[in-house]
Structures are given as C-alpha cells and as structure tokens.
C-alpha cells in the first residue's frame, strides 16, 4: 500500500480553485524529502507536473503550483479548465524503503 | 529531444516469461537512472526499481525485489524488466520513466507496455 495519502476525488467549476493534499510521516515528506507532483491524463503516461515541492518544468502553466510543510504536500490547480480533468500523483522518497514512493492519486473532476 | 519508446503490448499466459524493452534517445543514456513503474488497471502508480545504465547498479522497492528483474544494456540504449514466471496479477501497464536526479523526479516517461497476462 502507498505510504502517501491523497483524497480519492476533488472538484470543481471552470475557473475555480482546486488544492490536492498529499500526507506522508517522518520516513518520507516529513524528513525533508522533496514532493514531486504528475498528472495523467486518461489513457496516457503520467507527466512531470512539479518538481522539488514547488518548482514547474518549462511549458507547465503557472495555474499549477506545489508547496510543502511538515509531513504534507499540497497542489493547487487555479483558475480550473476542462482540461484539468485527470488523475495527479504526488511521489518522494521513502528512506525507511530505500526507494521512491507514489501517493494513492486523485482524481480532479470539472463540474 | 529526449525520448523513451517501450515495447509493444504483450499477450502471455501464466508461467510463461518475459522481458519489455525501454529505448532511450536524445540524451546521454548512461549518465541518468531509469526507473520503472506498474499500473494495474483503473489503480494507481507503483514504483518497482530503479538502474544505472552507466554501471548496471540496479536497486528494488521491497515490493518488487525477486518478482522482476532490471536490467540494462548501455551499448543499445535500452533498459529491460523481465519475469521468469508471470502470473494473472502481473496484468497491469508498465512505465519506463528517468530520474533527472537520482530517486527524485521523473522528468521523461515512455509510452507504457500493457501485459495481460491470462490462460
């Protein structure tokens, strides 16, 4: 099983804002370990979203944005769009696994 | 343009093994860590292993060590996970993806291998 938590679902109206939690321990977020965020769109490969808890790859929107505290990650998708619509996954690194781990994803509706 | 192109998807019945393919392209293929993840159907991301094709240093996540195994061969530019006896819960899409920085991001990811594995 993941060892980070997300909310199965969140949604919203065109426009809004969205935030996704993402809840780890002292193994993994709280240790300071950097949260790195996908979005998959459906029927396709996940893609890098954010980077380094709050960081953006070049051609991410700036909608898109990462912060970190304690043992928890958040995403926060502004002005929401219909595109919007996919699964997103937070990711760090576990040291009590010696490896990376996934969050358990949700998955963002637009009302 | 930095590229991952996975092998086709792969019909297999239980017991039988095999091995998928990950070819890399448009960067130095030895000098970052590729990692593989599984996706069962309508589940979420799973991270397997990870492997340095520079030196073939291979480590597991504790949930896949001695179900798979990576490999690598740097002289193609290709990395491999292989099965020596699949089973029904292998069926699942399989990602290739690199670490730009060791067990940190995955900033490239292949187009994923679907196995089903079925008698």
């Known amino acids: 099983q993941s060892v980070l938590t997300q909310p199965p679902s969140v949604s919203g109206a065109p426009g809004q804002r969205v935030t996704i939690s993402c809840t780890g321990s002292?193994?993994?977020?709280?240790?300071?370990?950097?949260v790195h965020w996908y979005q998959q769109l459906p029927g396709t490969a996940p893609k890098l979203l954010i980077y380094g808890n709050s960081n953006r790859p070049s051609g991410v929107p700036d909608r898109f944005s990462g912060s970190k505290s304690g043992t928890s990650a958040s995403l926060a998708i502004t002005g929401l769009q219909a595109e919007d619509e996919a699964d997103y996954y937070c990711?760090?690194?576990?040291?009590?696994?010696?490896?990376?781990?996934f969050g358990t994803g949700t998955k963002v509706t637009v009302l | 343009e930095v590229q991952l192109v996975q092998s086709g998807a792969e019909v297999k019945k239980p017991g039988e093994s095999l091995k998928i393919s990950c070819k890399g392209s448009?960067?130095?293929?030895?000098?970052?860590?590729i990692g593989w993840v599984r996706q069962m159907p309508g589940k979420g991301l799973e991270w397997m292993g990870i492997i340095y094709p520079g030196d073939s240093d291979t480590r597991y996540s504790p949930s896949f060590q001695g179900q798979v195994t990576i490999s690598a061969d740097k002289s193609i530019s290709t990395a491999y996970l292989q099965w020596s006896s699949l089973k029904a819960s292998d069926t699942a899409m399989y990602y290739c993806?690199?670490?730009?920085?060791?067990?940190?991001?995955?900033?490239?990811w292949g187009q994923g291998t679907l196995v089903t594995v079925s008698s």
């Open positions: 002292s193994s993994n977020i709280g240790a300071g370990y950097d």
């Open positions: 448009g960067y130095s293929f030895t000098s970052y860590w």
């Open positions: 990711q760090s690194y576990d040291s009590s696994l010696s490896g990376c781990v």
């Open positions: 993806a690199r670490h730009r920085v060791p067990l940190q991001q995955l900033d490239y």
